[in-house]
């Protein structure tokens, strides 16, 4: 979505004749968001991607949450989350409400089918592996600490090349650029912390011509099929337009610093509907010689705040692990856990990475989140914490 793309062969004009090498037309497709109101591109297959052999039900689990009752600060190491299966599969909801829904993954294998989330934009950020996603754009190759988009709609499949973890976001509409960092035609800015040159956009190749019984497994907002398809979904031979899957991988983020401490809204990267997103990345700190680097304590009296932690030193948290999810719930005061405020002046710099959402709705927990809490996490700031129900 950053910017207008053209990959493969398309006609000079779109919707008229395009024809194949065998005097065959290609089979244009349209692939819009918001009706015909949003964002789109055109799509060119070799056969027409609506020859559905059969449809079946898709007995997917249904997503069960709970309220955060009593409502508190929660600390889940979902890093102890067992992986197992696809990408799809191993999805584990951790947190959620009628905006968005979010998981962890481990994925251990290719996904032998194809996936397609028509309920809203899909988020994937990598925490760790590498492999590919492919898709009808083509295919973009992933890594460690990328952002991935998927608009939805997408027809993917991801084949790990070693064990991947993600935090996958499942939002309810479009995952965007924040609106202060764009001009009024849309390009970035100079103050944004990321330029389109940033973006990596799918690497379309030959386009699969065969024909067979292939599955996409179809998902939206709780609602399941699985489509029996006969033409590959990866017979495009070009597209173009403002809607398709892209990444960003955090090394390219160029954090916004200042003489005293910037909050989250300066590292933003991306937001959804009742959804924003930030990124915490390697960088100096504040520069005022008196300046304390962590944050002060807060309350977020009108969001949840959800913070994945991925790699580094968290000088702000106690017990914290990589893959850990802290959930500050609305209104329950947080902040640097005792001795931290002390133990980081003075430090010029931090090697922390990690990634926020805040939603504006509350969230609801899933069994996975409580079956990896701490339930001692939100007593952790206290000077000596004696054991609970000591
Ligand atoms: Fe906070």
Not at 59 to 84: D, M, Q, W, Y
Not at 302 to 317: A, K, Q, T
Request: glycine share 8%.
């Amino acid at each position: 979505m950053p910017s207008y793309v053209r990959s493969g062969s398309v006609p000079h004009k779109r919707h008229i004749q395009f024809r194949r090498p065998d005097g065959g037309l290609y089979a244009e497709e349209l692939f819009s968001t918001k009706g015909f109101e949003s964002v789109y591109s055109l799509l060119y297959h070799l056969r027409p991607p609506t020859a559905t052999l059969d449809v079946k039900p898709w007995s997917r689990p249904p997503v069960l949450l709970l309220p955060n009752e009593p409502l508190r600060n929660r600390h889940f190491k979902t890093g102890r989350i067992a992986g197992g299966g696809d990408a799809i599969e191993s999805r584990a909801v951790v947190l959620g409400n009628d905006d968005i829904l979010i998981s962890v993954a481990r994925a251990q294998r290719p996904m032998e089918y194809f996936y397609r989330n028509t309920g809203g934009d899909e988020l994937l950020f990598v925490h760790r592996g590498h492999g590919e996603i492919v898709t009808q754009f083509g295919t973009l190759a992933y890594r460690e600490n990328d952002y991935v988009v998927l608009p939805t709609g997408t027809t993917y499949r991801v084949l790990p090349s070693v064990e991947t973890s993600f935090m996958v976001h499942e939002s309810s509409g479009t995952v965007k650029i924040p609106r202060r960092y764009r001009n009024e035609f849309g390009q970035l800015e100079e103050h944004a912390p990321y330029y389109e040159r940033d973006f990596r956009t799918p690497i379309l190749g030959e386009p699969v011509e065969e024909q067979g019984e292939y599955e996409v497994r179809v998902t939206n907002r709780g609602r399941h099929a699985v489509y029996v398809v006969q033409n590959h979904p990866c017979d495009v031979v070009g597209w173009d337009g403002y809607c398709y899957p892209y990444a960003f991988n955090l090394e390219e983020f160029a954090p916004i610093t200042g003489k005293l401490h910037q909050p989250p809204p300066a590292h933003s990267t991306f937001e959804a509907p009742g959804a924003a997103f930030c990124a915490f990345v390697p960088r100096l700190f504040d520069y005022h010689p008196l300046a304390i680097p962590v944050p002060y304590n807060h309350s977020s009296v009108d969001c949840d705040e959800v913070l994945y932690y991925v790699s580094g030193n968290f000088m702000s948290r106690r017990g914290v692990e990589a893959g850990s999810i802290t959930l500050h719930a609305a209104g329950a005061p947080h902040g640097p856990q005792p001795g931290a405020v002390e133990s980081s002046l003075g430090k010029a710099s931090t090697d922390e990475v990690a990634v926020m959402v805040d939603t504006f709705k509350p969230l609801l927990l899933g069994q996975a989140a409580l079956d990896c809490e701490d339930p001692e996490y939100y007593r952790s700031w206290i000077e000596a914490p004696a054991p609970l129900g000591a």
